[in-house]
């Protein structure tokens, strides 16, 4: 980690971002882009324009007849920059895991598939992702679709992904991940995708399904002490700080500063958007209080998949907005 605070760190890279951007477009992907490059080596201007060069040798790299929003590439961009991957090397190497995927008759979901493929790209330190991580990718996914078979889906590429690189057998690892998805419904959480996603992420955590779950539900009660509403669309956020082997009031406090301090960034950032950045740059902070170095790779990790699906959903609300809107006008 840098050796500034991950707070400070997101506010310098952000504010180089910020300074070259057009005013016409969206400030939150340079925001996702500033939480994932906390950990980037080099001052915040050198950063920066290093995010946008690889953006925009990711747009510049793509077939054209790939539909990836920019939002989505500049977070990747972001991500490929700090582990010194080229724009280049990964498109060719998506291209052809995706023929792997096909392959193993996999669902075809670019956007879910460029972010599984980086995953296990970053799992593979570079080096050529195997047919037999493939095959084992695909176990993982069947597997998961035995415990739920209609939630899940290509959205579950990612979690797939992250799983592929931990130790067991796919029946076994989706076994523990169904005893923790029960522990948390137990509690109160309601069932259905977004549960099923802080499941496979919690898998991670140190400790037994119940320890897990429990960290969890401290966390969840904990910010309602503190006046936070915790919906589902907040369960992924809880699943991260989950990992943390922290006391709920800590890592809650440490939360809610972060959140609070981004409230004066400008331009301002909506409340539900400064919880999520704020989850991901206290996670940042405080992991190095709880993990190895080596650990600190994988949750890392866990972060960026985070912010990238964060990202993507963003696009994804923007653009039913966008439709809802001009349906509206239509209809006027």
């Known amino acids: 980690m840098h050796s500034q605070s991950a707070l400070d760190r997101f506010k310098a890279i952000h504010d180089a971002l910020q300074r070259d951007r057009r005013w016409w477009r969206d400030s939150r992907r340079l925001r996702y882009a500033a939480v994932a490059a906390v950990t980037c080596e080099g001052d915040a201007g050198s950063v920066a324009r290093g995010i946008r060069a690889v953006g925009k040798d990711l747009q510049d790299e793509c077939p054209w007849y790939w539909s990836v929003d920019p939002n989505v590439q500049f977070v990747v961009g972001a991500l490929l920059l700090q582990h010194r991957d080229s724009a280049k090397r990964f498109i060719r190497e998506l291209i052809r895991v995706r023929k792997l995927f096909r392959k193993q008759r996999l669902h075809r979901a670019l956007q879910y598939e460029l972010l599984a493929v980086l995953i296990l790209r970053i799992g593979a330190e570079g080096r050529a992702v195997s047919e037999t991580t493939v095959r084992r990718f695909k176990a993982i996914y069947d597997e998961m679709k035995q415990h739920h078979r209609f939630l899940t889906g290509a959205d579950d590429f990612p979690a797939c992904a992250i799983l592929t690189g931990q130790p067991g057998a796919p029946r076994a690892v989706l076994s523990e991940i ?59 956020e809880l699943a991260i700080l989950s990992i943390l082997e922290l006391s709920a009031e800590r890592v809650v406090a440490h939360v809610l500063h972060v959140r609070d301090e981004l409230e004066k960034v400008r331009p301002k950032i909506d409340r539900a958007l400064r919880f999520d950045l704020a989850t991901g740059i206290a996670f940042a902070d405080l992991i190095q209080a709880t993990r190895s170095t080596g650990s600190l790779g994988e949750a890392k990790m866990l972060m960026d998949v985070q912010t990238m699906i964060r990202a993507q959903q963003a696009v994804l609300m923007a653009a039913g907005a966008a439709a809802a809107t001009a349906a509206s006008a239509g209809g006027s």
Not at 206 to 235: C, H, N, P, T
Request: aromatic share 8%; hydrophobic share 35%.
């Open 178 to 236: 169904e005893a923790i998805y029960d522990q948390l419904h137990s509690h109160r959480f309601s069932k259905g995708n977004p549960l099923q996603t802080a499941a496979n992420i919690m898998y991670l955590a140190r400790g037994s399904a119940r320890e897990v779950a429990g960290r969890a539900v401290a966390l969840r009660d904990q910010f309602r002490a503190r006046k936070v509403r915790i919906g589902q669309r907040d369960y992924d």
